[in-house]
């Protein structure tokens, strides 16, 4: 059974930096597809991104600012989010799967087994 813990959520004004850590224990975290979601409020949840092997997938709206990489000596999966917008605020949820993740229509499927509780990113303009 993996846990995931996430950190390093905040508030930041348009245009700032942020980067939201994973930390996977447990299990090894490279093992897995892991991505990240997003929900803001009044939202449905959102797939940010996705890894697996070498491969990323970015939705449209952070292709360009967001970067997701992992650390596997550290066992924690990172989300570098630049030039960040007012509309990315959220509560952002890291998730893995021992599958290869799915993307239909343009949107990453979240049928994933393991995911975290969850930190928030505030952004204000």
């Known amino acids: 059974q993996m846990k995931l813990v996430e950190s390093g959520g905040g508030s930041v004004q348009a245009g700032g930096s942020l980067t939201l850590s994973c930390a996977a224990s447990g299990d090894t975290l490279s093992s897995y597809s892991p991505a990240w979601f997003r929900q803001a409020p009044g939202k449905e949840r959102e797939g940010v991104a996705a890894l697996y092997n070498s491969n990323t997938w970015y939705t449209d709206s952070v292709k360009g600012r967001f970067t997701i990489t992992v650390d596997s000596a550290k066992n924690t999966l990172f989300l570098q989010m630049n030039s960040l917008q007012p509309e990315d605020s959220a509560t952002y949820y890291c998730?893995?799967?021992?599958?290869?993740?799915?993307?239909?229509?343009?949107?990453?499927?979240?049928?994933?087994?393991?995911w975290g509780q969850g930190t928030t990113v505030t952004v204000s303009s």
């Open positions: 998730a893995a799967d021992s599958r290869p993740p799915l993307v239909s229509g343009g949107k990453l499927i979240g049928d994933f087994r393991y």
